[in-house]
């Protein structure tokens, strides 16, 4: 089945600054990859997502770029805020969704004022 | 349009007992997967419903089952309940099954399974 891992578990950026987060997939059939979104206590909300089709998708501050030769795609917030401070996942699912959506661990991005 | 709920929001159960777990979809959404989100293992899939019929299971024994209405409101049961099922338990829907299109999938606020 699919494996995701996700870097850094914990970032930390000073607000206005931009912050990165990477993944790397291992099913070479994936073909949609999610970033979701979860702030304490509240359910996983999607902000982005791409598909294998594209290799880049922006909105507004925050962007997603996907490499499939090397299996890896990455989100990029600018300009942070400090209400961008939560738990960020991406997530991978292949064409047959045999597996469901399989999540990387989760990175916890702090916005220092 | 109204989010995914579900009920209940908490629930405090012993070991051994069984618990049902409720889904609403969004409106018009056919497909419910379910989610296990524990601080250990993340989120881990359960299992996808789509027009009453489980689709995709995860790698969860067989105390964990669901089911789907034909309204595509989709309950989860599990027995004989054990300390490590302990977890927030999200359902999320999409407009229609996963496959090659890879639909966007929307999560409930979750139920908060505590067992003692």
């Known amino acids: 089945g699919e494996n995701v891992e996700q870097h850094p578990s914990t970032l930390s950026v000073q607000e206005g600054d931009s912050a990165v987060i990477k993944c790397t997939y291992s099913?070479?059939?994936?073909?949609?990859f999610p970033w979701y979104k979860q702030e304490l206590g509240k359910r996983p909300q999607l902000i982005i997502d791409?598909?294998?089709?594209?290799g880049e998708k922006k909105d507004q501050r925050i962007a997603v770029t996907l490499n499939k030769t090397a299996k890896h795609f990455s989100l990029h917030i600018t300009e942070t805020q400090p209400e961008d401070s939560a738990v960020y996942f991406c997530?991978?699912?292949?064409?047959?969704?045999?597996?469901?959506?399989?999540f990387g661990k989760g990175t916890h991005l702090i916005i220092q004022p | 349009k109204a989010g995914v709920t579900q009920t209940p929001r908490y629930l405090i159960k012993t070991r051994g007992q069984q618990v049902t777990l409720s889904c609403s979809p969004i409106?018009?959404?056919?497909?419910v997967s379910w989610y296990q989100q524990t601080p250990g293992q993340g989120l881990q899939f359960l299992f996808e419903?789509?027009?009453?019929?489980?689709?995709n299971k995860g790698n969860f024994p067989g105390r964990f089952s669901g089911r789907q209405f034909s309204n595509s409101r989709s309950e989860m049961n599990v027995s004989t309940l054990e300390l490590g099922d302990s977890a927030l338990y999200l359902c999320?829907?999409?407009?229609?099954?996963?496959?090659?299109?890879?639909?966007?999938?929307?999560f409930g606020p979750g139920t908060r399974l505590t067992v003692l």
């Open positions: 791409i598909r294998s089709n594209v």
């Open positions: 997530a991978a699912i292949s064409g047959g969704g045999a597996d469901g959506l399989t």
């Open positions: 999320a829907s999409s407009l229609v099954a996963g496959g090659p299109s890879g639909n966007e999938q929307f």
């Open positions: 409106s018009g959404h056919r497909s």
């Open positions: 419903y789509f027009s009453e019929t489980q689709r």
């Open positions: 099913d070479s059939a994936s073909n949609y």
